[in-house]
């Protein structure tokens, strides 16, 4: 009996000092976030997503009463500032905010380091945007209806910019291209601003690039649009026809979010992603997106990781079908 008695105060013992333990190591961390955070833009400084990014880090620093600094880790296509993430401690102190294309189809075109539904964990959709197809306004091309007549009649003859392989650029027209069963050379360039330059000077044909680059061109009579990638017409561009409305079903609209590396907390990504969603639809934020010719498009974790898995799918098939090969 006394072996049993002192059995079961040295288990109380060791309990006690295991609670003291665990309640010091909560007190000591404190709850989440207790620190800085820092959201990861896999591209160079002063892009698109670059610029969200540093929207979104002033406003959820207001919600979430710590710092969030934008860490620009460029290289590869993105792929260098995903793998980091992908690699980092799953505490909710180490994001990435990311686009559709070079977030989904980086790892169907390429061995990327990563798998993005096995590395990391969906967290919320910032913005959605469309694409408009142009050609220069001293093009004989005035409609959809002339290029794929010319594409038909001389399959291969047109040709399109874009900013690399597997940009957004390169997968629009090659969905394009698939749903209008037409043929068109595709000219990879190092960037965006190459390829609006290479159409603006007439040595491509085409571009099919998203309405923050476009507009201003069109807006200033140097391009003329043709088509937009958009579900419904554009406002800013009613009279152009959408994909879904000359090829049913061809529509796509890209978007931007933000990931963690797998593993983190479920508690946690909720009080990141709610934050995201309340910084995205405040007044000021939302207005700022506009601006950029984004829309904001607050979209919680569970959606927004069923998005991902079905753009993941759609631009994955289009690859594959179209044998598409990284350069």
Known sequence: MSNRRLLSGLLVAVGLVLSCGMAAAQSATGPFPNRPIRIIVPFVPGGTIDVVTRLLARNLQESLKQPVVVDNRAGAGGVVGVDHVAKSRPDGYTLVLNA??????????????????????????????DYVLAVNAKSSIQSMQDLVQLARKDPGKLNYASAGMGSGQHMYVELLRSAAGIQIQHIPYKGNAPAMQALLSGEVDLLFDTTLGMLPMVQAGRLRPLLTSSPT???????????????????????????????????????????????????????????????????????????????????????????IKAD
Request: avoid cysteine; glycine fraction near 6%; charge should be negative.
């Open 233 to 323: 017409p554009l406002a800013s561009l009613p009279a152009v026809p959408t994909m879904d409305s000359l090829f049913p079903g061809s529509g796509a609209q890209g978007w931007h979010g933000v990931f963690a590396p797998a593993g983190t907390p479920r508690e946690v990504i909720v009080q990141l992603s709610e934050a995201i969603n309340a910084a995205v639809t405040s007044p000021d934020m939302a207005s700022r997106l506009r601006e950029l010719g984004l829309e904001p498009s607050a979209l919680g974790a569970d959606p927004f990781a069923t998005l991902v898995r079905r753009d993941y799918e759609r631009w994955g098939k289009l690859i594959r079908e179209n044998n």
């Open 100 to 129: 559709a294309t070079p977030m989904v189809t980086v790892v169907s075109l390429s061995s990327a380091p990563y798998d993005i539904f096995r590395d990391l964990t969906a967290v919320a959709r910032v913005t959605t945007f």
